[in-house]
């Protein structure tokens, strides 16, 4: 069974090794540099703790990358940088949310210091909250990241090219994070003319709960950067960046509100709309 080395040991990263050790492999991060609520996602989730991130690379057989959208180039100069340092050259998967431009420069990245890398990327939550994510990748290698012994995530092979698998959550995460920026101002601008009853009553849970709304805010300072990355998938594809640079403006707005400070795993379903409103009042 092999040994997985996690970079990022966050919400989603903490829950995706989680869901490998369900599986029967040995997950090993390091937290060097990392949050005392990184530290306690990944004591909650099993993973076994190394003292440095060269430890990580000479034990693993696959490396899994899960940092924020705009870290992903810091963290392949970074595995890159740790090459002087181990023989070994694990297999890097890197699942993070970026446009197939960034997911090529990593690649290039990790490839001059002697790394393969597969694309990746994914759709859903983390495991520890709902069972059912789906673990996109691409690469010439690919297959062997998707053999890996998932639980209660699905791994879906898009191909042998780079960057495909980062295309597809290009593609779905403008739909869901764009549809939810749409509530999150919908419900704003309902408040401030005195209207959010009504409104929330007019549109349903079809469009977005409260608790979605207020959980896409504590991820806000993340969505930034990835409606960039969203942005320049668009441009690549030959469409105007326009939409999804204005989204960037409206979840860096929403990242310095009140509510933006919670931590997903800390909301409750029973939020409402007006606390929702009010925690995202400028």
Do not use: C
């Not at 940092?67 to 392949?76: I, K, N, V, Y």
């Not at 100069?77 to 970026?98: E, F, K």
């Not at 297959?143 to 290009?170: C, D, F, I, Q």
Request: glycine letters at 10%.
């Amino acid at each position: 069974m092999k040994t997985i080395g996690l970079v990022g040991a966050g919400h989603m990263g903490s829950g995706l090794g989680w869901a490998l050790r369900e599986g029967g492999h040995d997950v090993v991060t390091s937290l060097a540099g990392r949050s005392a609520r990184t530290a306690r996602l990944a004591e909650e989730a099993g993973l076994r703790v190394a003292a440095h991130p060269a430890d990580v690379l000479a034990e693993a057989e696959v490396i899994l990358v899960v940092t924020p959208p705009g870290a992903a180039l810091d963290a392949a100069a970074g595995i890159a940088a740790l090459a002087a340092d181990v023989a070994a050259r694990p297999l890097v998967a890197d699942l993070n949310a970026t446009s197939p431009t960034t997911a090529v420069a990593a690649a290039e990245v990790l490839a001059a210091a002697g790394f393969d890398f597969v694309d990746g990327s994914i759709s859903g939550p983390p495991p520890t909250v709902r069972p059912g994510a789906r673990v996109y990748l691409s690469g010439l290698r690919a297959a062997e990241v998707a053999e890996l012994r998932w639980t209660r995530a699905t791994p879906v092979v898009v191909g042998e090219r780079a960057g495909a698998a980062s295309a597809v959550k290009m593609s779905t995460a403008s739909v869901y994070k764009g549809l939810m920026g749409l509530m999150t101002q919908a419900i704003r601008s309902a408040a401030a003319y005195g209207v959010l009853e009504p409104v929330m009553a007019d549109l349903g849970d079809g469009h977005g709960t409260p608790y979605e709304v207020a959980l896409a805010a504590t991820k806000a300072h993340r969505y930034v950067a990835e409606m960039r990355e969203i942005a320049g998938a668009q441009a690549g594809a030959g469409l105007t960046p326009a939409l999804f640079e204005a989204f960037a403006e409206i979840w860096a707005d929403v990242a310095d509100q009140p509510l933006a400070d919670g931590r997903p795993e800390d909301l409750t379903r029973d939020v409402t709309a007006r606390q929702v409103a009010d925690g995202l009042r400028s």
